[in-house]
């Protein structure tokens, strides 16, 4: 079992920066492969950004590319998004999951209770 916990949410205006940490618990956290998505209220969870295991390979969604930036910390078992030039469409509950494979979107095994970002316009 792997338990996660977000962190960093809050509400911002537009244009500005946020930093979303992910903190995980129990097993191994190298051997695993992270993602953020996101999700509003009534829509579909959407696919942000991942990075593998080592922290060598990143995938983004397109609307995270050139403002959001992924990465670990595998010595404390933790993982950002920093995230600039925030927009309101950005509004989300912002989740984080764990996989041994790394996805691009998909199934992840385990999943956070999310952190709310709310941009201001």
């Known amino acids: 079992q792997v338990q996660l916990v977000e962190s960093g949410g809050g509400l911002v205006q537009a244009g500005g920066s946020l930093r979303l940490a992910c903190a995980a618990f129990?097993?191994?956290?190298?051997?695993?492969?992270m993602g953020w998505f996101r999700q509003a209220t009534g829509k579909e969870r959407e696919f942000v950004a991942c990075?593998?295991?080592?922290?060598?390979?990143?995938h983004y969604a397109d609307s995270a590319k050139g403002r959001f930036t992924i990465s670990r910390d595998n010595a404390i078992n933790t993982v950002y998004l920093p995230m600039n030039r925030l927009k309101p469409e950005d509004t989300d509950v912002y989740y984080c999951?764990?996989?041994?494979?790394?996805?691009?979107?998909?199934?992840?095994?385990?999943w956070g209770q999310g952190t709310q970002v709310t941009v201001s316009s």
């Open positions: 999951a764990a996989d041994k494979i790394l996805r691009i979107g998909g199934k992840y095994d385990y």
């Open positions: 129990g097993r191994t956290f190298s051997s695993y492969a």
């Open positions: 990075i593998s295991q080592s922290g060598s390979r990143q």
